[in-house]
C-alpha cells in the first residue's frame, strides 16, 4: 500500500521567511496530493491540492509542487505570518483512501 | 450550508465499556471516511463509505470496531469493550467522491480510562 514520508516534523522561521514542507510517496498510481492545516484542538483544513496533471499550483502566499518521476511533493509558503503557524499535514491517495504524513509542526516567531 | 459535524466531542469511557460516535456529513456528499487520530500523529484511516455501502473497512484496527450508514447519510462508528490504546481522537470527513477534497468533522476526543 501506500507510505507517505513528511518532512521536516518540526519548523521554525521567522516572520517573513519562508517555510517549506517536503513529503514523498511510495506508490506510483497515486495521483491526488493534498495539504491540509491543523491548528490545536482543531479539524484538519484543506490549504490546497495538486493533482498529477500539473507540476505546481499556487494560491497568494501558498504553493505546492509536485515532481511525479522522483514521488516527491512539496508546500511552500512564502512571507509568513503568525497565524501560519500550524501543524500541516501531507496526503496522497490514487482513488484510494488518503494517506497521511506524520505532519509538520510549523512554528512562525514574530 | 453546515460543515460536518460529529457527537459528542469528548467521550470518557472506562475500560470494557461500549461506546458510539455520531457522524453528520455534508448534505449530498456520498463518501464519508473515518480516520483516527493519535496525539502527535496525522490522521489514520479506518474505514470508507459510498453512500450506505461499507467499500473498505481495512483500517479497522479490531474486531471491536464497526461502523454503519444505513441511509447513505448519517454514520456511527462503535466501539466495543474499548481498551486504553482506543483513546484518540476520531475524525469524520464527507466528500463528493472517493478522490475528491475532504471535509473533516471536528472529531470526538474518546479517552479511555
Known amino acids: 500500500g501506500e507510505n507517505v514520508e513528511q518532512h521536516p516534523s518540526t519548523l521554525s522561521v521567522q516572520e517573513g521567511d519562508s517555510a517549506v514542507i517536503k513529503c514523498t510517496y511510495s506508490?506510483?498510481?497515486?495521483?491526488?496530493f493534498p495539504w491540509y492545516k491543523q491548528e490545536l484542538g482543531k479539524r484538519p483544513q484543506l490549504i490546497i491540492d495538486?493533482?498529477?496533471?500539473?507540476g505546481e499550483k499556487k494560491d497568494q502566499r501558498i504553493a505546492v509542487t509536485l515532481n511525479k518521476t522522483a514521488k516527491h511533493f512539496s508546500l511552500h509558503i512564502t512571507e509568513t505570518q503568525p497565524e501560519d503557524s500550524a501543524v500541516y499535514f501531507c496526503?496522497?491517495?490514487?482513488?484510494?483512501?488518503?494517506?497521511f504524513g506524520k505532519g509538520t509542526r510549523l512554528s512562525v516567531i514574530a | 450550508g453546515a460543515g460536518v459535524s460529529q457527537s459528542p466531542r469528548y467521550k470518557v469511557a472506562k475500560r470494557g465499556q461500549d461506546v458510539a460516535l455520531r457522524c453528520d456529513p455534508i448534505?449530498?456528499?456520498?463518501?464519508l471516511f473515518w480516520y483516527q487520530q493519535a496525539l502527535g500523529q496525522g490522521p489514520e484511516f479506518l474505514t470508507y463509505?459510498?453512500?450506505?455501502?461499507?467499500?473498505?473497512k481495512s483500517g479497522l484496527p479490531s474486531d471491536r470496531f464497526f461502523a454503519e450508514r444505513p441511509e447513505g447519510s448519517v454514520s456511527t462508528l462503535k466501539i466495543q469493550r474499548t481498551q486504553q490504546e482506543d483513546s484518540a481522537v476520531y475524525l469524520c470527513?464527507?466528500?463528493?467522491?472517493?478522490?475528491?477534497?475532504?471535509?473533516f468533522g471536528p472529531g470526538t476526543r474518546l479517552t479511555v480510562t
Open positions: 496526503a496522497a491517495s490514487g482513488n484510494t483512501p488518503l494517506v
Open positions: 448534505s449530498g456528499h456520498v463518501s
Open positions: 470527513a464527507s466528500s463528493l467522491a472517493l478522490d475528491g477534497e475532504q471535509y
Open positions: 506508490d506510483s498510481a497515486s495521483n491526488y
Open positions: 495538486i493533482r498529477s496533471n500539473v
Open positions: 463509505f459510498q453512500n450506505e455501502a461499507q467499500l473498505d
